[in-house]
């Protein structure tokens, strides 16, 4: 498999893999620099709580600098930053490998509260009931106030065929779905033909997923398809590379996405030369559940006048995560950069606006798509 480039463009599928870790250890003055007094201050209560502590069963130094790190993550008060122990670090992990053990739902923090972006078709939580716009208010009884994705990944993850129930609230009605955990992997890209027009569905934007549009855009082409609907809905990101090589396939030259970082520097990335293009005329249907890799996506082709944007206002989530590991196996996932459109226009918070605002849903704005591209 080539070596690919990894950035977090989505809820649970989103992470950057580093290359290279650091090491906290425990801390010690000798990591304090000269005049850090607030360094100093945190080495100082370490120092002072492990030696004079009364009850020394209770000076379990772990747990001392896992109470540590996760307060100052809990500080920052970011839905995409968490403190990872060893089992959520690897299960955030397992979303390079294409698959997971889970239930099929990809999720997201809106204003506090854990909501279900989507739900892939056949899955546990598919075949449950679950529906997207879903909250998620407690997995096996806990409550998740307060949680983010990366701290709510490994309570819905687990072993295939155990079960998991989730506390979900809907239009104010409590309900429970219990289902058992099994493999999933996340469905790709797929297309068929109205008449003309090629229907072409990114359901997420996995490792593959550029490699799968590849042939799609090839037959499209032999079918003599005069237009193209690419549908975003519900689709919750992905790997950065992915997006930008699909982007390529429909924009030639110049900027796919920007990242501003914490300086206030910025950094684009152009796109990259495609063995295959199409120049077809183009709709992209989004929704409020669109969010991450596809809004960067959607931006990209409504900033180069490439397609017009339909549907309603997207999520909204353009943070820049990096997952750091630390000793132990445990890791921080940190929000730090923002992704903006070619253009400079800020995703986070604020979502794509659609050309063509619609409250449309399903084959209703598919055919509303569909009357467009051909004229009517």
Partial sequence: MTTRWKVALGSLLSIILLSASFGLGYITAAFAPPGDTYLNRVVEAWDTITSNYVDQAKVDENALAEAAIRGMMGFIDDPYSAYLDAEGFISLQQNFEGSYVGIGAEMAVRDGAVIVLTVYPGSPAARAGIMPGDHIVTVDGTSTEGMTIAELAPLVRGDAGTSVTLGIERDGASLLFTMAREKITPPSVTMEMEGTIAYIQIS???????????????????????????????????????????????????????????????????????????????VVLV??????????????????????????????????????????????????????????????????????????????????????????
């Fill in 204 to 282: 997420s934007f996995t490792e593959h997923a550029d490699e799968d549009m590849l042939p799609i855009l090839q037959q499209i082409a032999a079918n003599g398809a005069t237009g193209i609907i690419l549908d975003l809905r519900g689709n919750p990101g992905g790997l950065v590379t992915t997006v930008i090589n699909i982007a390529s396939y429909f924009i030639t030259d110049g900027v796919v996405l920007t990242i501003r970082d914490r300086d206030g520097k910025t950094t684009t990335y152009d796109v990259i030369k495609q063995p295959t293009t199409t120049n077809l005329p183009m």
């Fill in 287 to 376: 929704d409020g559940y669109s969010a991450s890799g596809s809004e960067v996506l959607s931006g990209a082709l409504q900033d180069h006048h490439r397609a017009v944007i339909a549907g309603a206002q997207t999520f909204g989530k353009g943070s820049v995560d990096q997952l750091f590991e630390l000793p132990g196996g445990t890791g921080i996932y940190l929000t730090i950069a923002r992704w903006l459109t070619p253009n400079g226009n800020l995703i986070e918070g604020q979502g794509i606006t659609p050309d063509f605002p619609s409250d449309l849903t399903g084959n209703d704005l598919l055919n509303w798509g569909i009357g467009y591209l051909k004229g009517t």
